[in-house]
């Protein structure tokens, strides 16, 4: 009888406090809360911890405070510690020369539309379009965009990339307005600005996506187009290598709301993968494809782009990509007049 109610209570405490651990894990070192939880696993044991005289630490009927404290205390700063270490690993990023912090090459900018737009989703020009790069700082995206004949708009949260920007813009002689900002505030954008929003891989980077997919609707007119890129859920959740079985394996819940594990190694295969020192977040398809809908999209069309490669080496990243999918590429629409819908629904379905 004991014992079943032990497994039931540590049954129900789990979950939350595994999301508690996670959490804190970002905002203290990890060797106080590795401090916390031997405390938390002593209680598992139905231990309560004693000093040496024998003295409980804690009125025995309190010992969830502890527990609870963190909880309370890291919730308010989570999104904000995410921020802060993305912001610093892009920043790294950029001033180390990543592939991913490059500027546009001088012969993509022969035919800069086809560069940006294989697809053909963008029609035959967009001259004159005002376009906003969302999370797209580097140099790559507004000068391709710019050459194109766009007027250019960059929001990104690291300012080493932005900076990136700023020199292209001298040396090409573009004017782009930069703003510094998390992608889901755009408080310093105006209503139905924008004809194009295009958003290259970073959604990843947020807990959630509600609000950014809010804020894009709210900042493109009637009628514009949503251009997004993001990690599918199946990558993120996958070994990044293969495993001694041979297999990529689902290493991470679906369900979830803490970040996505550190990789097993450190390789090519995970630098393309992962970003080194970002914080990353694995979103469902309802909240990616579902999330557009209810912030008052259509999605006209959805791609995978091709990164597989049968004939490379085992446990690289093309060989991998023949298995999973890594990207998914988006082209939705702004409804006209359609008011944003808030809450999800239930379907009943005989
Ligand atoms: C994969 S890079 C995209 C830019 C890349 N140069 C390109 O052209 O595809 C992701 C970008 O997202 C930015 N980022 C990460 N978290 C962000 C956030 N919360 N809000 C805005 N930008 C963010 C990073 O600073 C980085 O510039």
Redesign the pocket.
């Known amino acids: 009888m004991v014992s079943s109610l032990r497994g039931a209570l540590d049954k129900i405490v789990d979950r939350p406090v595994g999301a508690v651990r996670n959490r804190l894990s970002l905002v203290v070192p990890r060797s106080a809360a590795r401090r916390w939880f031997k405390v938390w696993d002593t209680h598992r044991g139905w231990k309560v911890p004693r000093d040496a005289a024998g003295s409980t630490f804690w009125p025995e009927k309190l010992w969830f405070l502890p527990f609870l404290l963190p909880e309370i205390c890291v919730m308010k700063p989570h999104r904000e510690h995410v921020?802060r270490a993305?912001?610093a690993s892009?920043d790294a990023m950029a001033a180390a020369g990543n592939p991913?912090?490059r500027p546009a090459r001088p012969e993509e900018l022969s035919d800069p539309l086809k560069t940006v737009d294989a697809a053909g989703w963008l029609g035959d020009s967009i001259s004159g379009w005002d376009v906003l790069c969302l999370?797209?700082?580097?140099g790559?995206?507004s000068l391709l965009y710019a050459a194109a004949g766009a007027r250019v708009t960059v929001?990104?949260?690291?300012p080493g990339?932005l900076e990136l920007d700023r020199q292209v813009a001298t040396q090409y002689g573009h004017d782009f307005r930069l703003l510094e900002?998390?992608?889901?505030d755009l408080s310093g954008l105006d209503a139905g600005e924008f004809d194009l929003v295009i958003h290259?891989?970073?959604t990843c980077?947020?807990p959630g996506v509600a609000g950014v997919f809010g804020e894009v609707a709210r900042v493109l007119r009637p009628g514009g187009l949503y251009v997004s890129q993001h990690k599918t859920p199946t990558s993120l959740q996958a070994t990044t290598d293969r495993t001694e079985g041979g297999h990529y394996e689902i290493r991470d819940r679906y369900y979830r709301d803490e970040p996505i594990s550190a990789p097993e190694k450190k390789n090519s295969t995970t630098r393309r993968l992962r970003e080194s020192g970002a914080v990353e977040f694995l979103h469902r398809w309802e909240e990616l494809i579902g999330g557009m809908c209810r912030a008052g999209f259509v999605i006209e069309d959805l791609v995978e782009p091709m990164h597989a490669d049968g004939t490379v080496m085992a446990g690289t990243f093309a060989d991998r990509a023949g298995y999973i999918a890594p990207y998914v590429r988006i082209k939705a629409r702004r409804v006209p007049g359609q008011a944003p819908e808030t809450r999800s629904r239930t379907l009943w379905l005989p």
Not at 135 to 138: D, E, P, V
Not at 181 to 184: E, H, L, R
């Open positions: 921020l993305n912001r892009y991913l912090c999370a797209a700082g580097g790559r995206q929001v990104d949260l690291s990339m900002t998390s992608m889901d290259p891989v970073s980077y947020l």
